[in-house]
């Protein structure tokens, strides 16, 4: 079995996150570093770290209001990181990030299975959001959000979106691009000034105060497993290519950079 699917189905942590701590040269498999592929079984002893990894044996499934300030990272060097924020007696990692800079419902859990199947974009999933912007918000906004906007060299999903206030609305995606919300409000000349994740699927932050932390269990957990075993309801339709791997660097499309070069 693969490394990374085999410390996902353990408990460890994401797939995509065992890739990154492996990229990073984090993962050791039997006194060895180890390798993007490389095979693992019972019999290894991985150490994360340096820390001797063992799989956990309760799973659980967490939501958590996060506040703002709080980073999505399993890297306890970090500062303010989520996992030593929760401190959670078990080993948990997230299931979708959610930004330093914003606040809201965010999921934790040691299932492997769960959390790939959540963080699949081509499932569909929704994800529902409270947004408050620098200014009025119009009909016109309104319809180029949900229409789609050309972020990260894609253009983002057709999506559900309305006025709440103002200077506010909500907005329920189906896909996670980086920074997505705020990237799109961005290349529509608008500033996010909060943004808060409100619902995940059946999961919703209800009144649960900032920071606070419940187990989801019972009929709650169930009708989230029944969900995620549904297929799609739509297919996926090309809108203009593959997002960028690299957002950091990438500047909204039809916004030029500035030259402050002198005329000679």
Known sequence: MRLNKYLSDRGICSRREADRLI??????VNGEKAVPGMQADPTCVIRIDGKK????????????????????TTDTRVKNNVI???NYPVRVYYAGRLDKDSQGLLLLTNRGD???EMMKAGNFHEKEYEVTVDKPVTEGFIRKMSQGVPILGTITRECKVWKTG?????????????RQIRRMCEYLGYQVVNLKRVRIM????????VGALREIQGQELELLEKKLKEKPPVREVFRGGKPVKNPGKYRTPGKKKKSWRKDS
């Open 166 to 178: 103002e200077k506010s609305f909500s907005i329920v995606l189906t896909q996670g691009l980086n």
């Open 114 to 116: 769960l959390a790939n």
């Open 84 to 86: 030593s924020y929760i």
């Open 202 to 209: 059946n999961i919703t932050l209800g009144d649960m105060p």
């Open 53 to 72: 990894i063992e799989p956990t044996e309760k799973k659980v499934l967490l939501a958590f209001y996060k506040p703002k300030g709080v980073e999505c």
């Open 23 to 28: 990229e990073a040269g984090r993962v050791e």
